[in-house]
Nanobody, 126 residues
Framework: VQLQACGGGLVQAGGSLRLSCPYSGRASSSYAMGWFRQAPGKERDFVAA????????YYADSVKGRFSISRDNAKNTVYMQMDSLKPEDTAVYYCAANSLWSGSYYYTTAAGYDYWGQGTQVTVSS
């Protein structure tokens, strides 16, 4: 499975960005997908995840009500709409695919994902 996060950039606090992550590979449309982020000097943290068809989503408390994950399996792409951005959202954002495990625990932890794309930088200025 190949993934490539894109759509990052520089935005002022309160602004919006939409990240995209095209994916390819056998059966990839049947995998759960997640977004994670890593700020300098910090661990990679869970942000949002969706099951294979987008019917179930999960969010970190820090982004609930501001971020929205979705996917379009016809286009083999997962998205994350980020609104009301804050300076503390500044990080490199990664998309990932979970082909092995199911359930909220594995969807919301980096250890549950076996495929990772390169990240995209999101910088929110105050």
């Amino acid at each position: 499975v190949q993934l490539q996060a894109c759509g990052g950039g520089l935005v002022q606090a309160g602004g919006s960005l939409r990240l995209s992550c095209p994916y390819s590979g056998r059966a990839s449309s049947s995998y759960a997908m997640g977004w994670f982020r890593q700020a300098p000097g910090k661990e990679r943290d869970f942000v949002a995840a969706t099951n294979w068809n987008g019917s179930t989503t999960y969010y970190a408390d820090s982004v609930k009500g501001r971020f929205s994950i979705s996917r379009d399996n016809a286009k083999n792409t997962v998205y994350m709409q980020m609104d009301s951005l804050k300076p503390e959202d500044t990080a490199v954002y990664y998309c990932a695919a979970n082909s092995l495990w199911s359930g909220s625990y594995y969807y919301t932890t980096a250890a549950g994902y076996d495929y990772w794309g390169q990240g995209t930088q999101v910088t929110v200025s105050s």
